[in-house]
């Protein structure tokens, strides 16, 4: 199939991006064949793609999620902290919960799609169901959009999500062993949890906490580096920060307020760092009546989300760079509201809105070095496009309402998400 997407504006993802008119995005098969002056080439043999002056722009990278969680608000007031190591025991323990389990991840991915995410990055998750995903979709056996998945993480005893969606690693030797057990299940990056986290946090103070011991941390990215992969950090403490560039971690993922020292060593270690600010909103800044979340944990979100937005804040300030991320399937954060995190990096962070679709798209597949593949709208690249009505560089809600997706040159032009109204009331509110 041969498309030519005419009558639009362009904005291909560059730092630059200046919106260009009279373009024709010319695609053949599931690549950008070229980008042409109007008029210029005969377009007999193409089916016409009528933008009738919507936006064309580069599918969106959304570099932190999970598939095995739905981002549903919880029902009712909270009285203590999920226990989700029994509750993936019981989602695991049979092959029809497990075949069920992979189809409602997979709706999920399907809607990050449907949204105009045409690149997943999914970092912790049940077994290897994120990986049986993807391979779902390249085999064409679902819609979906192009994941990167670590599988399940690596966590220590008593850790963040130790014994869910991560592993129990007890000392050096068996992270380094437990990482080669996960690279068995072909992930394509591996993660980490190095501190505590908001979600599993019964104390103030303890997201931050340092869980993972250096050593183990050092172990883990030396092998997981030794077998090719990245390595992704969950870190919500300025002392995590420093254990994960210290000891090798790729990206840190959340962040927190950085000293000299951690500046220094992003900048050796050429690392960068992961803004989400999405899945702390609710706990920071909803009512608990609206957030039904313990107020242990809107305390700890208060630490955790000033640290996310200092992070980033320095990072661009010092040249480090800064990916996006959202955090899909936490309370609240949908597999359809990477949009809103655009627009929480724009009202927080302060950066312009021209340089968060930046970041979004070419600067996030820069990050885990797919930018020759995808991230911006080139010749050559793989077609992942998605169009809508409204200017994003204007305001950057314009991509709440996606049109069209184009995913590897498949076009879908009336795409449809399964919402969770109650939970964008809420969120609609604090936008
Ligand atoms: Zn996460």
């Known amino acids: 199939m041969k498309l030519a997407f005419v009558n639009g504006v362009v904005l291909d993802g560059t730092k630059d991006m200046v919106p260009q008119t009279g373009k024709v995005v010319l695609v053949d098969d599931e690549k950008i064949e070229d980008i042409v002056n109007e008029g210029e080439v005969d377009l ?31 029902k009712k007031e909270k009285k203590k902290q999920t226990d989700y190591k029994k509750l993936v025991k019981l989602l695991t323990s049979n092959a029809l919960i497990r075949e069920v389990m992979k189809r409602l991840l997979t709706s999920y991915a399907k809607d990050e799609l449907m949204s105009g995410v045409t690149t997943f990055r999914v970092v912790g998750g049940v077994m290897d169901f994120d990986g049986s995903v993807r391979d779902r979709i390249n085999a064409g056996k679902a819609v979906g959009p192009r994941i990167l998945t670590s599988n399940m993480a690596i966590s220590v005893p008593g850790g963040h999500f130790a014994g869910a969606i991560a592993t129990e690693s007890r000392d050096p030797q068996e992270a380094v062993e437990d ?27 303890e997201p931050g906490v340092l869980r993972m011991d250096p050593k183990i941390v050092k172990a883990a990215c030396d092998k997981a580096h030794e077998l090719g992969y990245q390595v992704a950090a969950h870190i ?5 920060v420093l254990v994960g560039l210290e000891n090798g971690v790729d990206t840190i993922e959340h962040g927190a307020v950085l000293s000299d020292e951690m500046i220094r060593l992003f900048k050796e270690r050429k690392a960068a760092h992961v803004c989400t600010i999405s899945p702390a909103i609710p706990y920071s800044l909803f009512d608990l009546s609206e957030s039904h979340a313990l107020p242990v944990a809107k305390e700890n979100s208060d630490i955790v989300l000033k640290g996310i937005i200092e992070c980033a804040k320095t990072a661009l300030e010092n040249g480090i760079t800064v990916g996006l991320g959202n955090d899909a399937g936490c309370p609240f954060v949908t597999h359809y509201g990477f949009w809103r995190e655009l627009c929480y990096f724009h009202k927080y962070v302060g950066a312009s809105n021209k340089d968060t679709l930046h970041i979004a798209t070419l600067g996030n597949a820069k990050i885990i070095k797919i930018d020759d593949v995808t991230g911006s709208i080139e010749k050559g690249k793989s077609a992942d496009m998605i169009v809508v009505k409204k200017d994003p560089l204007e305001d950057l ?21 399964k919402r969770i109204p109650e939970a964008d009331r809420v969120l609609d509110k604090y936008m």
């Open 236 to 240: 919500e403490s300025p002392q995590g």
């Open 179 to 205: 990482v080669m057990k996960i690279a068995k299940t072909n992930p394509d990056l591996i993660k980490l949890m190095i501190t505590g986290g908001i979600m599993d946090a019964s104390e103030s103070g």
């Open 44 to 74: 007999s043999g193409y089916e016409k793609v009528d933008l009738k002056g919507a936006y064309l722009l580069p599918g969106l990278i959304n570099l932190h999620g999970h598939l095995s969680l739905s981002g549903k608000p919880p």
């Open 397 to 417: 809600s314009a991509l709440s309402d996606v049109s069209m997706v184009c995913m590897k040159g498949k076009l879908i032009t009336d795409p449809k998400i």
